[in-house]
């Protein structure tokens, strides 16, 4: 794989494992997972209408990234494994693993 899309990928991970942490501290135990965050390139510059998906044991939710390269998405469990994955048609983050 490519150098510079290698590190597109690692941090993209990066930075939406650092938003996403800060608000799973917020989510209630028994209230859907929230996330929330920004996908932007190695240059620091926003990505939009990037896919954005949370894989666990009810399946997939996802959503773009807006213009700013922002998402948010809630999905329907409060605690279990999930993935995080941001993707375009030219690249893919590495997975982001959360359990709670």
């Not at 150098?3 to 494992?17: E, K, T, Y």
């Not at 954005?52 to 999905?75: E, I």
């Amino acid at each position: 794989m490519n150098p510079r899309v290698q590190r597109l990928h690692r941090r993209i991970a990066l930075l939406s494992g650092l938003w996403i942490l800060g608000f799973l501290a917020l989510a209630p135990a028994q209230s859907p997972r929230h996330f929330q965050g920004h996908v932007h390139d190695a240059s620091g510059h926003p990505i939009q209408a990037a896919t954005v998906a949370v894989y666990g044991p009810r399946g997939v939710v996802s959503t773009l990234s807006d213009p700013a390269g922002s998402f948010a998405l809630d999905y329907p469990t409060p605690a279990g494994e999930l993935t995080l994955r941001a993707s375009t048609r030219s690249m893919e983050s590495d997975p982001l693993e959360i359990s709670a």
